[in-house]
């Protein structure tokens, strides 16, 4: 072990050295006619009756369910009664945790109606599906493992590019983050808000990128690689105001949006997803400071 190095720094490192390992395996298997034509061959997008209105409907839930949530189960606070946590800048209180969850599952439950009623075959034409649960799983981890590198260093270049050209420039941290950093918040909160984080986000994120946006853009501009870029594109603005992450989190988007397009998995893109919130959650666990 180098001196002065973590376990967690060590672990670090082997992970971004086995995903460079894995890069390394995947480019140069692609400089192969055969395989590249393997890969690139994507295939065609489920037969839907999506709208625009569906979009515009789900974006509705997704923005509005908490806050709805929040006004419903939080009693106004008398004055002067704020929680530490309530006080600490992006922390987020408990009633906060809890609507956050009560909206992410009132997003998935939109959600699951839209796709049943717009897919012909329902969701298991969809691609939200149980079978093949133990491949899926396998190529989730190995998809992460392969963008795990490319996503770290992106959020390092991006973060100095910011530091350098805006010296004022302060780091905004994700709410959840905080939230399972501060020491203000119960062990019940943390559980919820790491749930959300790894089961719930991922379902509901993906469920509304890949599983509508990408569809509708694929059918609507004749072309499955537009879709893949465009719902990309909006994944990593949707992530907006944390602009270190937001040209990471397009990266990570245009391989959740094509391993969609080449398995037509929901499954697949969902496990994927859990897994890129899962390391940040255990690091946290095990006592990284992000």
């Given at each position: 072990?180098?001196?002065?190095?973590?376990?967690l720094?060590?672990?670090?490192?082997?992970?971004?050295?086995?995903?460079?390992?894995?890069?390394?395996?995947?480019?140069?298997?692609?400089?192969?006619?055969?395989?590249?034509?393997?890969?690139?061959?994507?295939?065609?997008?489920a037969?839907?009756?999506?709208?625009?209105?569906?979009?515009?409907?789900?974006?509705?839930?997704?923005?509005?369910?908490?806050?709805l949530?929040?006004?419903?189960?939080?009693?106004?606070?008398?004055p002067?009664?704020?929680?530490?946590?309530?006080?600490?800048?992006?922390?987020?209180?408990?009633?906060?945790?809890?609507?956050?969850?009560?909206?992410?599952?009132?997003?998935?439950?939109?959600?699951?109606?839209?796709?049943?009623?717009?897919f012909?075959?329902?969701?298991?034409?969809?691609?939200?599906?149980?079978?093949?649960?133990?491949?899926?799983?396998?190529?989730?981890l190995?998809?992460?493992?392969?963008?795990?590198?490319?996503?770290?260093?992106?959020?390092?270049?991006?973060?100095?590019?910011?530091?350098?050209?805006?010296?004022?420039?302060?780091l905004?941290?994700?709410?959840?983050?905080?939230?399972?950093?501060?020491?203000?918040?119960?062990?019940?909160?943390?559980?919820?808000?790491?749930?959300?984080?790894?089961?719930?986000?991922?379902?509901?994120?993906?469920?509304?990128?890949?599983?509508?946006?990408?569809?509708?853009?694929?059918?609507?501009?004749?072309?499955?690689?537009?879709?893949?870029?465009?719902?990309?594109?909006?994944?990593?603005?949707?992530?907006?105001?944390?602009?270190?992450?937001?040209?990471?989190?397009?990266?990570?988007?245009?391989?959740?949006?094509?391993?969609?397009?080449?398995?037509?998995?929901?499954?697949?893109?969902?496990?994927?997803?859990?897994?890129?919130?899962?390391?940040?959650?255990?690091?946290?666990?095990?006592?990284?400071?992000?």
């Open positions: 072990m180098p001196d002065g190095w973590t376990h720094e060590i672990a670090e490192v082997a992970l971004l050295s086995l995903g460079g390992g894995v890069l390394f395996v995947f480019l140069a298997r692609f400089a192969s006619p055969a395989f590249r034509a393997w890969a690139l061959a994507l295939r065609p997008v037969d839907h009756r999506l709208e625009l209105l569906d979009v515009l409907v789900a974006l509705c839930v997704i923005w509005l369910a908490a806050p949530w929040l006004a419903l189960i939080a009693a106004p606070a008398a002067g009664s704020e929680s530490a946590a309530t006080q600490a800048p992006h922390v987020a209180s408990m009633p906060q945790i809890v609507s956050m969850v009560l909206g992410q599952l009132t997003t998935i439950a939109v959600l699951v109606v839209l796709g049943r009623s717009r012909s075959g329902g969701i298991r034409a969809w691609g939200l599906t149980a079978a093949h649960a133990l491949r899926r799983a396998g190529q989730a190995l998809a992460y493992v392969g963008v795990w590198p490319v996503c770290f260093l992106t959020v390092y270049a991006a973060d100095a590019l910011l530091r350098w050209k805006f010296p004022s420039y302060h905004r941290e994700h709410t959840t983050i905080l939230t399972l950093q501060s020491d203000a918040t119960p062990s019940l909160g943390k559980l919820l808000d790491a749930a959300g984080a790894v089961i719930l986000a991922p379902l509901a994120e993906e469920l509304f990128f890949r599983g509508l946006l990408q569809p509708l853009l694929a059918r609507r501009l004749k072309s499955a690689w537009a879709g893949i870029l465009l719902t990309a594109m909006f994944f990593g603005i949707f992530h907006y105001p944390l602009l270190h992450v937001i040209v990471a989190l397009t990266i990570l988007g245009v391989l959740l949006s094509y391993l969609y397009a080449r398995t037509r998995s929901l499954t697949l893109v969902v496990l994927v997803h859990a897994l890129f919130n899962a390391k940040t959650v255990l690091w946290i666990a095990l006592g990284a400071r992000m």
